[in-house]
């Protein structure tokens, strides 16, 4: 069994980092989260692609950045939090953001020719609505629903923006790159 986490403590910690603001990384999320365009409708199946993959990759981006750590993957996913911890935070943004890419994946018509062409990426898809349809109809209520939501969604996340990258919707090379070295 995994050591109980003091969540303010790995917030505190991280705050005390030079160079690292302790409210940069939520702050995209939340950003993000409050966004007029989130929700609205685009052109174009791939470009669509292009943006679900955008959502998913600011989410990982938040939990993956330098000074987080396997300490702090642990307590997003398992440990109590104050709702206005940065864990806390993200745990709101967190499913906001992944309603807002299954709107827009979903809203792919059936028949473009990209959910042929592209029909794996739609195959794990497929198991993010799922994961979608048990848990985001409504807020997560409690620790024992978020980390059970969490350990469902959170390998489907990084498979499906792998995929999405792989197959040519996730950021050209020299933003990526770009994103990679300004969070070190």
Known sequence: ????????????????????????????????????????????????????YTLLFQIVLYLSRPEGGEQFLTAFGTAAASPTSEIGRARVAVPVILRAAVHHM?????????????????????????IHDMYLT?????????????SRVQPVVIELGMKLDEKGFG??????????????
Do not use: C
Request: charged content about 25%; overall charge negative; glycine content about 4%.
């Open 1 to 52: 069994m995994a050591q109980p986490v003091d969540n303010d403590k790995v917030d505190s910690e991280r705050a005390r980092e030079p160079g690292v603001e302790s409210d940069q990384w939520i702050s995209i999320l939340e950003n993000t989260t409050s966004a007029p365009w989130l929700f609205s409708s685009i052109p174009g199946a791939e470009q669509k692609l292009v943006l679900a």
């Open 106 to 130: 979903s809203t792919v018509p059936q028949n473009a020719p990209v959910r042929t062409e592209h029909s794996d990426i739609f195959d794990i898809f497929g198991a993010m609505q799922t």
């Open 138 to 150: 409504e807020s997560i209520p409690d620790l024992e629903t978020w980390t059970a939501f969490w």
């Open 171 to 184: 950021l050209p090379k020299d933003d990526a790159e770009g994103q990679a070295g300004t969070s070190e």
